[in-house]
């Protein structure tokens, strides 16, 4: 009957260090996050059948302390962000699909498909870039025939102003993938 309440207390100890940690989805995990739940998973099921409840609880606090620091440094520093979670890919410029950088990632062209397809997009010639992000999910922009129509197109064609606006490219956060470093300073309290 021990063991009951042991187990109840490590799932309650285990929610509460995931807590701590922070609250992400499994397609929103870095590779340091997966392993840690993974390996807290594997922990807190070993003390019910070796009787050491205080070591399990200490291994998932070290394993939470350990990502905690891993994304404190992540903040801090840009290397050890790509390093630890990747960095975005274009996998599509100007409408055309980028092979290279898909094969890099070993990401299929039916994958990609799949991903446009799931975000409404059915021509990848509609397409300016876009984007694999570290967490697997699809970053995009169309090109301006294929935009929906903003509130801004429709008061500039009310206002009798039907000429061709352009997009300021200053803050474009695409330039950021292409580039890869930061285009605008960076507030020096996420540093």
Known sequence: MDWIWKSILLVLVGMLLLRIAGRKSISQMSVATTVIMISIGTTIVQPIANHELGKAIGSATVFIATLLVVEVLQLKFNFFERLMSGSSKIVVEDGKIIVPNLKKM???????????RQSGISSVEDLETATVEPNGQLGYVLKRHARPVTIGDLELLLQGQNTKVEQDNS??????????????????MLR
Not at 174 to 188: A, I, K, L, N, T
């Open 106 to 116: 070993r990401y299929t062209v039916d994958q990609l498909e799949m991903h446009l």
């Open 171 to 188: 803050s474009d956060i695409f330039q950021e993938v292409r580039h890869g470093e930061h285009q605008q300073s960076v507030d020096p």
